[in-house]
């Protein structure tokens, strides 16, 4: 059982920036790959960024540029570094992770609302 937690949403004004945090406890870390997904209202749940247990990253067309996932294993932390802010970045952004070694295994936060508005 991995149980995730995301911070850092919030209120930011177009060309802002904002970072996402997702502690994940419970399991071993290391041998998951993570995502951060959001939902806009009225939309489906999309991928905007993922990160494997060895470190490779893809992104959505829509944040290429603006957005960067990272993550530091020796904290259990994956981040989304997110600047140059649009309005229709405002969702609720889910942290998600996936057992590399058992894919039955996957886990979702509890999400975090980021609002881009003037």
């Known amino acids: 059982q991995v149980q995730l937690v995301e911070s850092g949403g919030g209120l930011v004004q177009p060309g802002g920036s904002l970072r996402l945090s997702c502690a994940a406890s419970g399991s071993i870390f290391s041998i998951y790959s993570m995502a951060w997904y959001r939902q806009a209202p009225g939309k489906q749940r999309e991928l905007v960024a993922g990160i494997s247990n060895a470190g490779r990253t893809n992104y959505a067309e829509s944040v290429k540029g603006r957005f960067t996932i990272s993550r530091d294993n020796a904290k259990n932390t994956v981040y989304l570094q997110m600047n140059g802010l649009k309005a229709e970045d405002t969702a609720v952004y889910y942290c998600?992770?996936?057992?590399?070694?058992?894919?039955?295994?996957?886990?979702w936060g509890q999400g975090t609302q980021v609002t881009v508005s003037s």
């Open positions: 998600y992770a996936l057992n590399t070694v058992n894919t039955n295994y996957a886990y």
